[in-house]
């Protein structure tokens, strides 16, 4: 039974508190004013102290700082009727956990506090905790508990110790590499060569000697024979990544590898055999390019043995805060920095943000904010997050009509949708403010976020 400390000079909050957690079957003490708290906690061993910011004399900032002094573990979680993007970051920096208005809504407040009390001690634990996100959450270098990523997991057991060709298709961002790294790793051929190239990163010139290599003397410049990328790919995997690049002429002789296993060197006279697995990657719609005479229907299809979808981040948000902590340990040990979490409001506009650059996109946001972040919890104020590149900007805000219609009841939805989600992000995850912004009722704000199931 966790112990919750209740700090209020108002009578009235601090019985309603009282009542509210006894009900949640919280073992539950209370102080009238800061003094008292503070006096408490010097006797008692509490888990969770909610304290009121304005109170006369000993006011909740000091609670706050008396009680990190006096038990760091204690979480302390501020009730204000004042509430400022400036209260929110001062408390976060003495170490409160979250923050909420007094016009706060119950089923608000028992999830704050359950939030709180689940990561209570987690400041000591952050090597563990990384550990088992690493064993448990993680597989090769992602890091994902969804119900998609532990899918995409599940089939790279199943196809990486086959023989078969693998496309992998996903947005810019999702990791369609490090997929391919996995499936190679845990393949018979992982300790063999793992060879990538970006076909869209090469001019076109020379995209088919990195390929095939050339012989001495077979066009300017080539002063000895060079082998290709597949033949030092041999008896491993090569992976090729953003395929749909490929130039026509090109498909063609990657055609013949695929169907024969053999090439020609640029300017060769002979044959070369390679044993070796293709894994390629997408982020275009290579079926639709096939049906517009973009790209080789026979080569899409031997490519595409078995197709593998990365979904995006945005389809995965309760992977965010794993990542998140990913990110923050890993760019805190390269800039030698003692940052250890994010606060719940920062990590409150990541899960609500859209994030068109996907978890590449994470990582740079994470990585600028701890570069730039002088506390040891990033805050909201170093998030840095385009307001106006988000998915959900699209057709409907336009007001596009296309020739074949569009379902109105889908795009409102959609559209009202985003106005939540932006007004959200500006109060700072405020659902009081969120509604004031919005110009409707705060039963209204709740019964919409529910029925869009936001």
Avoid at 110 to 138: N, P, R, T, W
């Amino acid at each position: 039974m966790a112990k919750i400390l209740v700090v209020d000079d108002d009578q009235g909050m601090r019985e309603f508190l009282e009542i509210l957690l006894v009900r949640e079957g919280y073992e539950v003490s209370s102080a009238s004013g800061g003094k008292e708290a503070i006096s408490l906690c010097k006797k008692h061993k509490f888990d969770l102290a909610i304290t009121d910011l304005k109170m006369p004399r000993v006011d909740g900032i000091d609670v706050l700082k008396s009680i990190k002094e006096i038990s760091p573990e204690t979480m302390v979680i501020l009730i204000t009727a004042y509430a400022s993007g400036e209260t929110a970051v001062a408390a976060m920096k003495e170490g409160a956990h979250d923050y909420l208005e007094k016009n706060f809504d119950v089923e608000d407040l028992k999830a704050v506090i359950k939030d709180a009390l689940s990561k209570k001690g987690v400041e000591k634990e952050d090597a563990v905790f990384m550990k088992d996100v690493e064993d448990a959450f993680s597989f090769g270098n992602m890091i994902g508990k969804s119900r998609e990523m532990l899918k995409v997991y599940s089939l790279i057991k199943k196809v990486a110790d086959t023989a078969a060709n693998i496309l992998i298709s996903g947005e810019s961002g999702t990791g369609k590499e490090l997929v391919a790294v996995a499936i190679h790793e845990n393949s018979s051929r992982k300790d063999k060569p793992f060879v990538v190239i970006n076909c869209g990163g090469i001019p076109e010139n020379l995209l088919e000697s990195e390929l095939f290599g050339y012989m001495k003397g077979s066009f300017s410049g080539a002063h000895a024979d060079k082998p290709g990328l597949f033949e030092v790919a041999h008896k491993g995997t090569i992976f090729l990544d953003e395929i749909s690049e490929l130039p026509p002429f090109l498909q063609v002789k990657l055609l013949r590898v695929v169907q024969e296993k053999t090439f020609r060197r640029i300017g060769g006279a002979e044959d070369i055999k390679v044993d070796v697995r293709i894994i390629s990657a997408t982020n275009q719609n290579l079926e639709q390019q096939v049906k517009n005479g973009g790209f080789r229907e026979d080569l899409y299809y031997r490519l595409n043995v078995i197709p593998l979808k990365i979904p995006p981040l945005r389809e995965r948000n309760e992977d965010i805060p794993l990542l998140t902590s990913y990110f923050i340990e890993k760019y805190s040990k390269e800039f030698g920095k003692e940052i250890k979490k994010i606060s719940p409001y920062a990590l409150r506009l990541l899960m609500e943000y859209s994030f068109p650059g996907n978890v590449r996109q994470l990582e740079n946001i994470i990585e600028r904010s701890v570069a730039l972040e002088a506390t040891n919890i990033i805050l909201p104020e170093n998030l840095d997050m385009p307001e106006d590149s988000g998915q959900d900007q699209d057709t409907a805000l336009n007001a596009v009509i296309p020739e074949g219609g569009i379902n109105l009841n889908e795009d409102l939805a959609r559209v009202e949708g985003l106005l939540i989600k932006k007004a959200l992000q500006k109060a700072n995850g405020s659902k009081t403010k969120a509604a004031k912004l919005l110009n409707i009722s705060f039963d209204s704000l709740r019964y919409r976020l529910e029925k869009l199931d936001i």
